[in-house]
């Protein structure tokens, strides 16, 4: 059963509450080309600051592990690690526009 996030529009003082068809449903769970292709997803997602730290994160366990010694499948298993991680990241960091998250739970498609 699929999982949203939903975001309203943040409130700004004295202001009333946003109608519920301005809030932002957004999809739970795993994705699969983020973690096959996690720089060209997190790319087209705009997400800058998460493509920063990918590479600077990449990097650091790349370089500690060959300074290490480590063998090659320890460094495979530390990629895959990392990319399970960015599979993982929550798809409302790249879909909340500054919105703020409510609430989640099980929801049907959204409607248009």
């Known amino acids: 059963m699929p999982t949203f996030t939903v975001h309203a529009p943040p409130r700004r003082d004295g202001e009333a509450p946003a109608s519920p068809e301005r809030f ?15 720089p060209f997803w997190l790319i087209a997602r705009r997400l800058w600051l998460a493509l ?7 990097a650091a ?4 592990l060959a300074l290490l ?19 993982t990241l929550p798809s409302a960091a790249s879909s909340h526009n500054g919105r703020q998250a409510t609430r989640s739970g099980p929801k049907s498609r959204r409607r248009q």
């Not at 920063?52 to 990449?58: A, C, G, K, N, T």
């Not at 366990?61 to 500690?64: E, G, H, I, M």
């Open 52 to 58: 920063v730290l990918y590479v600077v994160v990449s």
């Open 24 to 38: 932002a449903f957004v999809r739970d769970g795993f994705h699969g080309w983020a973690f096959l292709l996690a």
């Open 61 to 64: 366990v790349a370089t500690v």
């Open 69 to 87: 010694g480590a063998s090659g499948s320890a460094q495979g298993i530390a990629a895959f690690c990392i990319a399970l991680l960015i599979g």
